[in-house]
């Protein structure tokens, strides 16, 4: 969808912090107690963490992040549409803006964490949408019943003579 663009942004900005703050409430009456694994504005700040925003003109539509595992490994994390422009692509191009900034910086594998529940389908149609597949748990996640990690493999560049 044309008309708003990406960027990356610091997520102490407050009306990133007000739709982070949000996305937090959501994730907490969705899933029980040790199962949210949504990042903190600390987390969010870590050198291993690129955090972008979804804006159209100043209005906030969305924010996503990439996360740097390892040189070869990265993960999407705190995946979030605003409720006002859910519907819009916003979730689809912030997906395509990682998974492409995950793959110019020579990344492999690309995996993340969502919830298991019902109201977490959307979110996993949108990653199978782009050939993301159930995996094992990686990192610190675990078997549980709430939580559903995807990866995805990326290419290999080739390589320029």
Known sequence: MAGFTIAVEDPRTADIVELLEAHLALMRRISPPG??????????????????AARRDDALLGVGALKSLDRTRAEIKSMHTAAAARGQGVGRRLVRHVIELAAGRDVRWLGLET?????FEPARALYRSFGFDECEPF???????????????????????
């Open 139 to 161: 990192d610190s996640y675990t078997v549980n019943p709430y939580s559903t990690c995807m990866a995805l493999r990326l290419p290999t560049p080739l390589t320029k003579p």
């Open 35 to 52: 199962h949210v694994h949504a990042l903190d504005l600390d987390a969010l700040t870590a050198p291993s963490i690129t955090f972008f």
């Open 115 to 119: 919830g298991s529940q019902p109201e």
